[in-house]
Every structure is written in C-alpha cells, then in structure tokens.
Antibody, heavy 120, light 113 residues
Framework: DVQLEESGGDLVQPGGSLRLSCAAS?????????MTWVRQAPGKGLEWVSV???????EYADSVKGRFVISRDILKNTIYLQVNSVGPEDTGIYFC?????????????WGQGTTVTVSS | EIVMTQSPDSLAVSLGERATITCTSS????????????LAWYQQKPGHPPKLLIY???ARQSGVPARFSGSGSGTDFTLTISNLQAEDVAVYYC?????????FGQGTRLEIK
C-alpha cells in the first residue's frame, strides 16, 4: 500500500526557517513520480505550493517563490520543503501528495500533513 | 495564473437528494492533443487530507461511489452528487492541472438540510 508521511512541522518565529519532510513507502518511487506540496491555513482552503517533477524540475506558487525550496532524496524515497523567511501567512498544515501516474491524473495519494505555526 | 472559482460557497441538501457544485476556470483547461480537460475534484472531511474523486473532469477515481459524477469542458465544470448520503458532508474542491501553478477553487461546504 502506498503511503506518505510528513514530518518537520513546528512553531517557528517570523523570519525563521524550517525543513519539512515527506517519506514515501510502498510500491512506488518518487524518482518516477511528480510530488507536490499543498498547504491549508487554519479554517481556509487548499493552496498549491510546489511540485518536483520526475525529471527533477521544480515549480512554485508565486506566494512562496524565492523563499521555499523543494528537493528530493531518491535513495531515501523522500521529498523535502525548505521553508525560509516565514511570515504569519505561512501558518498551516502542509500536505505532500503524489501525482497519479499512467492514464490518470490528479493527486491520488496524500499524507496526513504536518503543522507549521509562525508566531513570536 | 489560472483562477478557479467555485459556486456556491456552501449548500445544504436533503438526504437522498442531488447536490450540484460548479467550478469555472479563467482559461480553458482542454488540451486538444489528447482531448482531455485537466480538471480534478477532491473531497475533504474535517481532520483529514483531501481525497481524489474525479480526474479528467469526468473520470471517477477507483473506489469512489457511482453517485459522484463530473461533467463539463473548457472553462465550466460540474460535480454532481446524487442520492446524498450523510457521509458526503465535506468540503469539495476543484483543481486545474493544465498549467502550473496548479490552482484550487476556494472550496464548497456541503451540509445536510
């Protein structure tokens, strides 16, 4: 069974940094899959944050471009989100998700999320 | 950036009735090279991550009940939930996969009347 498990969320001061992790397990490799981060502010909707494609190419939402960096460790089957220069608007649950492969589309596997709280 | 707009923001439907949620994109999500619309629908229940319901605008994800259906093309899409069940209470989101950033709609909260 395919699973994603996020970690690394914490309380961080404004202007601080954090690294979020998403460990993948089961019969798939992040090397062959586009992997995405989506976040959700408290009581709000979903916001697409970033994707790292199977090719290794990274893309970002304008709201995080220049501050967040997505990366991956293929040997560990883990993706990361380095979160820098955080502000209150970055508070929320951060989910990682897998882009469906084959003839399907959409984010078909999600982790439970990890919580980032930006506060002094 | 493609803007996704859902309506209504919330709705209440009686058990056994039909719920209809619409999603409009600021540009076409239709890719002529494969005849597909790059639009997905998700269901999110409190305290849980989202769950993929529909992809390619109308294809049902494996394991999703047949009472969930998607339709539409281009810029206008609809999620229909027939024979509403109590377990369908959730927030529903559309998302475009046509062009990065892969934006979501603001969400529609579905409740039982």
């Amino acid at each position: 069974d395919v699973q994603l498990e996020e970690s690394g969320g914490d309380l961080v001061q404004p202007g601080g940094s954090l690294r979020l992790s998403c460990a993948a397990s089961g019969l798939f490799s992040i090397h062959n899959t586009d992997m995405t981060w989506v976040r959700q502010a408290p009581g709000k909707g979903l916001e697409w944050v970033s994707v790292i494609r199977s090719s290794g190419i990274a893309e970002y939402a304008d709201s995080v471009k220049g501050r967040f960096v997505i990366s991956r460790d293929i040997l560990k089957n883990t993706i990361y989100l380095q979160v820098n220069s955080v502000g209150p608007e970055d508070t929320g649950i951060y989910f990682c998700a897998r882009e469906a492969t084959g003839d399907t589309r959409g984010l078909d596997v999600w982790g439970q999320g990890t919580t980032v709280t930006v506060s002094s | 950036e493609i803007v996704m707009t859902q309506s209504p923001d919330s709705l209440a439907v009686s058990l056994g009735e039909r719920a209809t949620i619409t999603c409009t994109s600021s540009q076409s999500l239709f890719w002529s090279s494969n005849n597909k619309d790059y639009l997905a629908w998700y269901q999110q229940k409190p305290g849980h991550p989202p769950k993929l319901l529909i992809y390619w605008a109308s294809a049902r994800q494996s394991g999703v009940p047949a009472r969930f259906s998607g339709s539409g093309s281009g810029t206008d899409f609809t999620l229909t939930i027939s024979n509403l069940q109590a377990e369908d209470v959730a927030v529903y989101y559309c998302q475009q996969h046509y062009d990065s950033p892969y934006t979501f709609g603001q969400g529609t909260r579905l409740e039982i009347k």
